[in-house]
Every structure is written in C-alpha cells, then in structure tokens.
C-alpha cells in the first residue's frame, strides 16, 4: 500500500511540474499572437494616420495651386515681372504655409527648375525634387517630396 502511495505521489510530483510547464507555453503562444495583433493593429491605424495627413497636404496644395492671387504673383515672379509687393505677398503666404505646417521650405521655382523665390533653410533642388517639378509641369498635377 505504501508503495502505490508512494509511486502516486511520484507521478503526481512529476505530472504538476510538466502540466504547469504545458500551460505556461499555452499562454506564452496566446499572449505572443495578442501582442502580434495588436502591434499589427496599431500599424494599420498609422498608416492611416499618415495616409489621411498625405491627403489634408495634397489638399491644401490643391488651395494653393487654386488660388488666383497666388497664381497670378506667381506667374509675374516666374515671367520676372513681379512688382516688390508680389514677391512680399507671396512670401508672406509660403512664410504662413510653412510655419503652419513645420515645413523645413518652400520655393517656388521656373519651368526649368531654377529656385525663384524661397522661404525656410531648404533652397536647394535635389534630383527627387526636380524630378517631382518635371512631373508637375508635365501633368498639372500637385507632388509630393
């Protein structure tokens, strides 16, 4: 009788040590794939974020691109007929813009992609920006750098 007890008491010994360990992996597994989804949940809400913000630019370009007073100094800048008071006005309005946004510069630039009016510490054009500027001129379009 004692040695049935005994051996009872061996293998409950050893099974309360193995089924903890089987539990504890369970759960490990379970909480890995929770944090999973919610890591992979939170990535989809950023991405929207970003996406919606892409948007609210693009859109507030668009305003720009719109604006008739903005448009028609800008076209006395670009055709070097601009009076001292277009070119304020225009910086004023890319000073505005800027500060509204954190944007590091603004320029406006000739067909050709010659800098001709600019405000912020940003006043060169890279290789991506010209290229953005050859696709703008060429479609009408607003981009993005």
């Not at 007929?81 to 630039?109: I, K």
Request: net charge negative.
């Amino acid at each position: 009788m004692h040695k049935r007890l005994i051996v009872l008491l061996v293998a409950l010994l050893l099974v309360t040590p193995v089924a903890a360990l089987v539990y504890w992996r369970v759960q490990i597994r379970h909480l890995e794939s929770v944090a999973l989804q919610d890591l992979d949940s939170i990535g989809h809400l950023q991405s929207e974020q970003i996406e919606h913000w892409m948007q609210e630019r693009h859109g507030d370009a668009r305003a720009l691109q719109n604006s008739r007073t903005l448009s028609q100094d800008a076209s006395r800048v670009v055709a070097h007929r601009e009076t001292a008071t277009d070119g304020d006005r225009l910086r004023d309005r890319f000073d505005s813009v800027r500060a509204s946004y954190d944007y590091v510069g603004l320029l406006l630039t000739s067909p050709d992609g010659r800098v001709l009016l600019h405000t912020g510490a940003d006043t060169m054009v890279s290789p991506e920006l010209a290229q953005a500027i050859s696709e703008a001129m060429a479609t009408g379009d607003v981009r993005h750098t």
